[in-house]
């Protein structure tokens, strides 16, 4: 019975906040915009109103949250209830206020690695296709070469030499998932170089810079933006098992990965505090797919 | 003696969605096919021909829809007939032959396996029958080593081939209609002849009834017995082939019939240094020479037709001008100086010189750019025009080719027609000021009204900019109406040069006299009198 209600309200909520986003993005489109948000379909309409949640929620943390980052505030484990309305953590630390923090810590991390990755990784696949020759052979073996090394235990190996620093660990992870960008950069690329109007460009006398940026990226767009959301999520996931093995994000910053970790044991006593960060990176995951599910529907063109 | 109807269709709309509308590509069309005969459908892309072929199997595309009218084939409702009673049809009594043999061949299984496919399936014979059957018809249709060609793959034998094994396919099952969707306009014009009197024989001889798809109105008048003309999936006329090529009734037809009297006459040789200058170019890619010797000049204002059947070295000879494929001999020289072999040696001056023009418009533009931008570049890199005087060149570049440029200037290349998309092409050439032009088969791709319209434009801008032309091209029509000069091309090497006039009057070389002889005229007994002075046929 409980399950009903919870599923119906989560269908409610969905719906509600789907229409009402759409009902928004088309009211305050520029003109030339509105077309893109009137077709647009719910679960995009729901991805972005969520994803604006969450970077609202990030940005404004300090002022949203009821107490400090770190702040103690009350004995550990502490039911629901005013003011610790998500209770407390083991070191009695309010629930509500980590996960407002832990939204800024972990997305904008997320963010920033998959940025890095992508911006590399695309660039060095789209020069390795277009230059073609040894500069693709050196540069596609060592990529293959870091591939072969499984993701996780080579970060693991890459933080204990480097520490864990945030910018460390943003630069590892980026690194390692710039290798999957550039295998699918240059395999896109490669379709996209032997086309008329690259030959036409080349003749024209056009630098390398320009005819990557130019000519060929706006036309692979559609499989990175795809690809952008896959990645975002499993960076999600590879902070949050990096913190869980301590090798992430430093304590005391919060950060959800490493909260389900600290707070795990709560699930044997029935609590479902813990599960909570988790279903927030769960929320955001379904919320990013939704949006570049969308994104990719338009730039290739697929009717239903 | 009046035939029984084979086929009747009345009344047929088909509709076709973009986006979320669905707007009309046959408006309400009638067509009655008796049996035995042929009849010629002929328009220009867009017309509905292909749709309205597809229709006479109870067909629609993907996206599109029958959406009124009626189709009766020999006494059954194709429009109410239970999908899996049509699938019966089809093959066996009904059979397709697509344009691209290459492309609708299954590359993964030899020829005979896709031809017994039909009648095995169909229950019309059993393998060991179909086999020896395909060998048989094989024979009929004057493929090459009959007993063994059907043990090939497809990529193993040549296009017109393929067409013919497709159409010997397409009669396996001894249907009592078959369409043919513009068989022969991918075949090259000496191909084009053994497929097209191959089809016709077969089709006498088993006095099946064809529906016969072209935009050629010559191969339609050596096919058909009747000819309807359609415009924007609406009727225009429809009569005997003989009396629809001496009297056409409507202005429409006409203007069909006229497309090829667009000519200009020859200007005489050039004087003075040649603006380009082939000298001796033998190149090629591993270790097969494409071009062997290669070398004539082109002079300013002046236009050379390169001809010659695919393969023949026309397109490696451009690639070798633009530095794409530096040659292993000879060179290349621009008034009178030597041009660095690769074009990445070459000066940005050098390369503005010379600027190309592709033959498919849809891959030579990048599909993710606007107009602005298409046109834009090249004046904006090689003439270091910047914001208003930039934009100023792009709206004169825009009106130069009969676009209107408020209208077009922010436009993707997606929101054009073929045609445009080939204008585009021309102004990205002249954004550079060049003074030379190469065009790849820029034609091949276009109806043939359109077509008149790009080469009268490239007329027009070669008198104007005093431009030198470089024609590549397999359209001997094109040749006739714009070229000065004509270079016949075959097996890498120049067989024979000279002015358009002379070459054509009188060639010296019988490969010259093949491919002149080749090309379909407005004639009905064009093909037989032709086959008849070739000895190939009875």
Not at chain 2, 330 to 344: V, W
Not at chain 2, 411 to 436: D, F, H, N, V, Y
């Amino acid at each position: 019975m409980q399950v009903l209600v919870v599923l119906a309200v989560a269908l409610v909520a969905f719906f509600g906040v789907a229409l009402v986003s759409r009902a928004a993005l088309r009211t305050f489109a520029p003109a030339h915009q509105k077309p893109t948000f009137r077709d647009m379909p719910l679960t995009a309409s729901f991805g972005i109103a969520v994803i604006l949640i969450y970077v609202l929620v990030a940005v404004f943390a300090p002022l949203l949250a009821p107490f400090k980052e770190s702040e103690v505030v009350g004995a550990q484990y502490l039911p629901w209830a005013a003011p610790y309305y998500l209770g407390t953590d083991k070191l009695g630390r309010d629930m509500l206020t980590r996960l407002i923090y832990g939204a800024r810590n972990t997305v904008g991390i997320a963010f920033a690695t998959t940025a890095l990755a992508f911006t590399v990784g695309s660039i060095l696949g789209i020069w390795a296709a277009l230059v073609g020759g040894w500069l693709d052979q050196w540069l596609s073996r060592f990529v293959d070469a870091l591939m072969a090394i499984p993701a996780l235990i080579f970060s693991l190996l890459l933080l204990t030499i480097f520490g864990t620093s945030v910018l460390s660990l943003i630069l590892v992870i980026a690194s390692v998932d710039a290798t999957r960008v550039y295998r699918l950069a240059r395999s896109v690329a490669q379709g996209i170089v032997v086309m008329d109007y690259i030959e036409a460009a080349r003749l024209r006398g056009e630098g390398k810079w320009r005819l990557i940026r130019r000519e060929i990226l706006p036309n692979a767009m559609a499989p990175l933006v795809a690809e952008f959301g896959l990645r975002f999520c499993f960076v999600f996931l590879s902070i949050s098992a990096l913190s869980f093995l301590g090798l992430g994000i430093k304590p005391p910053t919060a950060d959800w990965g490493s909260m389900v970790r600290e707070n795990a044991t709560l699930i044997t006593f029935g609590d479902i505090t813990p599960l909570l960060p988790a279903g927030a990176i769960a929320l955001l995951t379904v919320a990013v797919n939704f949006v570049v599910d969308w994104q990719l529907h338009r730039a290739s063109g697929l009717k239903e | 003696m009046e035939k029984q109807v084979l086929l009747t269709i009345r009344d047929l709309k088909i509709e076709g969605r973009s986006g979320d509308a669905w707007h009309q590509i046959v408006k309400g069309v009638d067509l009655t096919l008796h049996k035995g005969e042929v009849l010629g459908l002929i328009g220009e892309s867009g017309a509905g021909k292909s749709t309205l072929g597809l229709a006479a199997m109870g067909y629609a595309r993907d996206g599109c829809r029958i959406s009124g009218g009626s189709i009766d084939f020999d006494g059954i409702d194709l429009r109410a007939a239970p999908e899996a009673d049509r699938r019966a049809l089809r093959g066996k009594r009904i059979a397709y032959v697509a344009q691209s043999a290459a492309a609708s061949f299954n590359p993964a299984h030899k020829l005979i396996d896709q031809y017994c496919e039909g009648p095995v399936v169909h229950g019309v014979m059993p393998r060991e029958k179909a086999e020896a059957d395909a060998v048989e018809l094989y024979r009929r249709m004057r493929l090459p080593n009959p007993d063994e060609i059907g043990f090939r793959y497809p990529h193993q034998v040549s296009g017109g081939q393929l067409q013919r094994a497709m159409t010997a396919m397409a009669m396996s099952c001894r249907p009592d209609l078959i369409i043919f969707d513009e068989p022969t306009t991918a075949l090259d014009v000496t191909t084009q002849i053994e497929v097209l009197a191959a089809i016709r024989d077969i089709v006498r001889q088993f006095g099946t009834a064809a529906i016969y798809i072209t935009h050629d109105l010559a191969v339609v008048a050596q096919m058909a017995d009747r000819i309807k003309v359609l415009l924007r999936g609406d009727e225009v006329e429809e009569s005997d082939t003989r009396s629809m090529l001496a009297a056409p009734r409507e202005d429409y037809t006409r203007s069909l019939w006229a497309v090829r009297s667009f000519a200009r006459p020859a200007l005489p040789a050039a004087t003075g240094t040649p603006v380009v200058s082939v000298r001796n170019v033998t190149a090629g890619y591993g270790a097969v020479d494409v071009l062997k010797d290669v070398s004539f000049d082109i002079h300013a204002r002046r236009t050379v037709a390169v001809v010659g059947e695919s393969g023949s070295g026309k397109s490696t000879t451009a690639r070798v001008i633009t530095g794409l494929l530096p040659p292993r001999k000879g060179e290349i020289l621009f008034n009178g100086k030597p041009l660095p072999p690769s074009f990445k040696a070459r000066s940005r001056e050098e390369l503005r010189q010379c600027q190309m023009i592709y033959q498919m418009a849809d891959t030579a533009l990048n599909p993710k750019l606007r107009l602005r931008e298409l046109i834009g570049r090249p004046a904006e890199m090689y003439l270091g025009l910047k914001g208003r005087a930039l934009e100023t060149r792009i709206r004169d570049l825009l009106a130069l080719i009969e676009l209107e440029p408020d209208k077009y200037i922010d436009r993707l290349p997606s929101e054009l027609s073929g045609g445009q998309k080939q204008r585009i092409g021309i102004a990205r050439a002249l954004a550079a000021e060049p003074q030379m032009i190469i065009c790849d088969e820029v034609t091949s791709a276009l109806d043939q009204i359109v077509q008149e319209g790009i080469l009268k434009l490239l007329d027009r801008l070669q008198g104007e900019l005093n431009l030198a032309y470089m024609f590549i091209t397999h359209d001997l029509a094109t040749v006739k109406s714009i070229a000065d000069e004509v270079v016949v091309m075959q097996h890498g090497q120049v067989v024979e040069r000279g002015p358009k006039a002379e070459l054509f009057a009188a060639p010296k070389e019988d490969y010259t006299n093949l491919l002149l002889s080749s090309v379909p005229e407005m004639d009905l007994d064009w093909l037989n009198r032709l086959l008849a002075a070739r000895g190939e046929h009875a």
